[in-house]
């Protein structure tokens, strides 16, 4: 069977030493912890399958350490250990997550037969939670909203590249849904049954980083016990996207030139090269080329990863997105919190259109999420959009901040509506008359927004 690492938590050193043994004889790798900070520690620093939890751990609980632990990765399977009279204590543990327990004195089979019990059930719910991942994002796909010409341009670029094999660089401010169109490249390629493997760069320290991307042979450094595949192989024969790669220190960017000139690397600690078959996408918020000027990020990497060059806008320039994107999360939101919101007020909508959107996409949606639900009607009021964090602005004369307002309200609806006036005055509750008397006190000419 592959390498496993289980980790036995217990504050009885001999109890240990005889769990530790055991488990090595039938071929796992064993970490121990006599405690919760400890055992903590153990699950971040290495990758452990399973844990042994004593449920009396001296003055700390069995059941606390192993909800710590599972807030650090909530899919590790836990067996608890316990004595003849703390049974329906153990039965507790297994109800808030436990996998199984076993009373001490145990059966050395029947402990082995336990953890392989946990293991096969591990496999299983990962299988499932891939497969259900996999579908949801051929779902996102063919619902990416995309209505501005802007998007609808990106999505051409992506039908055409999507049967190739060139690396694909996506630039694009935080929140413009870089990832997403990074999945729709895969999802509509020839690798789209293969894995997609994600990574941030800026989100993992960088001594880690080396290890998270290409794996790590057993001795490499202290805890490696076994083997570990990086991340390069395990998107191999599919796609591995870097996000944010323009935080990658100097340091990986050689090793990372390499992989992507050779489509091999060493892993760290080996002495034989691995190859790969994936294709790259990487994405960045940066503007990489004043980072090369600058000295952050090397040139020649550079040159090799702006290969196809997709430019997400973002959505203060592309505002005719807003509309259907409301939609798409109030349909969302409603079945998430089992609500009926139809939509919003006039003066939510216009306190939308109105605002820059820095966060873009993903601002605009924790925007409606919150705001959905704290709605006691099925309709946004105003209140519920950017209450408090808009930023404050320099006082006017109220007659020229109520004429800049007015103005940029209805330039804002005749860009979403593309100059057509019906619409726009429908949105805005005027009537078409009055709405054309304001077009005319701002010399506003609704010919100017139609796009050809």
Same mark, same amino acid.
């Given at each position: 069977m592959p390498a496993t690492t289980i980790l036995a938590v217990d504050d009885d050193r001999n109890l240990l030493e005889v769990l530790k043994m055991r488990l090595e004889s039938a071929s796992y790798g064993v970490i121990t912890a006599m405690n919760e900070s400890d055992a903590a520690t153990g699950v971040r620093e290495q990758v452990v399958d399973l844990c042994i939890i004593d449920l009396q751990l001296g003055e700390e609980d069995g059941i606390s350490v192993m909800k710590n632990i599972h807030r650090i990765n909530p899919e590790i399977p836990v067996i608890i250990l316990t004595a003849y009279g703390s049974i329906e204590s153990a039965v507790e543990a297994m109800r808030r997550g436990a996998f199984s327990y076993l009373t001490k004195p145990f059966d050395p089979q029947d402990l082995l037969q336990q953890i392989e019990n946990a293991l096969v059930s591990r496999k299983l719910v990962s299988g499932i939670k891939n497969l259900k991942s996999r579908m949801e994002e051929r779902y996102d796909?063919?619902?990416?909203?995309?209505?501005?010409?802007?998007?609808?341009?990106?999505?051409?670029?992506?039908?055409?590249?999507? #049967?190739?094999?060139?690396?694909?660089?996506?630039?694009?401010?935080?929140?413009?849904?870089? @990832?997403?169109?990074?999945?729709?490249?895969?999802?509509?390629?020839?690798?789209?049954?293969k894995p997609f493997v994600a990574i941030n760069c800026a989100a993992i320290p960088e001594t880690l980083l080396e290890s998270e991307l290409f794996g790590y042979e057993r001795g490499a450094f202290t805890?490696?016990?076994?083997?570990?595949? #990086?991340?390069?192989?395990?998107?191999?024969?599919?796609?591995?996207?870097?996000?944010?790669?323009?935080?990658?220190?100097?340091?990986?960017?050689?090793?990372?030139?390499?992989?992507?000139? @050779?489509?091999?690397?060493?892993?760290? #600690?080996?002495?034989?090269?691995?190859?790969?078959?994936?294709?790259?996408?990487?994405?960045?918020?940066?503007?990489?080329?004043? @980072?090369? +000027? @600058?000295?952050?990020?090397? +040139?020649?990497?550079?040159?090799?990863?702006h290969v196809i060059p997709i430019v997400l806008p973002p959505l203060r320039e592309r505002k005719e997105?807003?509309?259907?994107?409301? +939609?798409?999360?109030?349909?969302?939101?409603?079945?998430?919190m089992k609500k009926n919101v139809t939509g919003l007020t006039p003066a939510a909508m216009q306190r939308i259109m109105l605002h820059d959107w820095p966060g873009n996409v993903r601002e605009l949606e924790n925007t409606l999420e919150f705001a959905v639900a704290m709605s006691e009607a099925d309709v946004i009021t105003e209140d519920l959009i950017l209450g408090d964090n808009r930023a404050p602005e320099k006082f006017k004369p109220y007659k020229e901040a109520k004429a800049a307002f007015e103005k940029g309200y209805i330039i804002s609806l005749l860009e979403l509506t593309k100059g057509n006036v019906s619409k726009a005055s429908e949105l805005a509750g005027k009537y078409r008359p009055d709405f054309y008397n304001i077009l005319r006190k701002y010399d506003l000419k609704p010919e100017d927004f139609k796009k050809t």
């Amino acid at each position: 069977m592959p390498a496993t690492t289980i980790l036995a938590v217990d504050d009885d050193r001999n109890l240990l030493e005889v769990l530790k043994m055991r488990l090595e004889s039938a071929s796992y790798g064993v970490i121990t912890a006599m405690n919760e900070s400890d055992a903590a520690t153990g699950v971040r620093e290495q990758v452990v399958d399973l844990c042994i939890i004593d449920l009396q751990l001296g003055e700390e609980d069995g059941i606390s350490v192993m909800k710590n632990i599972h807030r650090i990765n909530p899919e590790i399977p836990v067996i608890i250990l316990t004595a003849y009279g703390s049974i329906e204590s153990a039965v507790e543990a297994m109800r808030r997550g436990a996998f199984s327990y076993l009373t001490k004195p145990f059966d050395p089979q029947d402990l082995l037969q336990q953890i392989e019990n946990a293991l096969v059930s591990r496999k299983l719910v990962s299988g499932i939670k891939n497969l259900k991942s996999r579908m949801e994002e051929r779902y996102d796909f063919v619902h990416i909203v995309a209505k501005s010409d802007k998007m609808q341009n990106v999505l051409m670029l992506v039908s055409r590249i999507a #049967g190739t094999d060139s690396t694909v660089y996506i630039q694009g401010e935080s929140g413009t849904g870089k @990832e997403l169109v990074a999945r729709a490249i895969h999802l509509s390629g020839a690798r789209k049954d293969k894995p997609f493997v994600a990574i941030n760069c800026a989100a993992i320290p960088e001594t880690l980083l080396e290890s998270e991307l290409f794996g790590y042979e057993r001795g490499a450094f202290t805890g490696a016990i076994q083997d570990s595949k #990086g991340l390069f192989t395990q998107a191999h024969t599919g796609s591995l996207f870097l996000d944010e790669i323009g935080n990658m220190p100097l340091s990986l960017q050689t090793k990372s030139l390499r992989v992507l000139q @050779e489509r091999q690397f060493y892993p760290v #600690g080996g002495s034989k090269p691995v190859s790969v078959d994936v294709r790259v996408i990487v994405a960045t918020n940066l503007d990489l080329k004043k @980072e090369v +000027e @600058e000295g952050r990020f090397r +040139e020649d990497l550079f040159y090799r990863i702006h290969v196809i060059p997709i430019v997400l806008p973002p959505l203060r320039e592309r505002k005719e997105d807003i509309y259907p994107l409301i +939609e798409h999360f109030l349909g969302k939101f409603n079945v998430k919190m089992k609500k009926n919101v139809t939509g919003l007020t006039p003066a939510a909508m216009q306190r939308i259109m109105l605002h820059d959107w820095p966060g873009n996409v993903r601002e605009l949606e924790n925007t409606l999420e919150f705001a959905v639900a704290m709605s006691e009607a099925d309709v946004i009021t105003e209140d519920l959009i950017l209450g408090d964090n808009r930023a404050p602005e320099k006082f006017k004369p109220y007659k020229e901040a109520k004429a800049a307002f007015e103005k940029g309200y209805i330039i804002s609806l005749l860009e979403l509506t593309k100059g057509n006036v019906s619409k726009a005055s429908e949105l805005a509750g005027k009537y078409r008359p009055d709405f054309y008397n304001i077009l005319r006190k701002y010399d506003l000419k609704p010919e100017d927004f139609k796009k050809t």
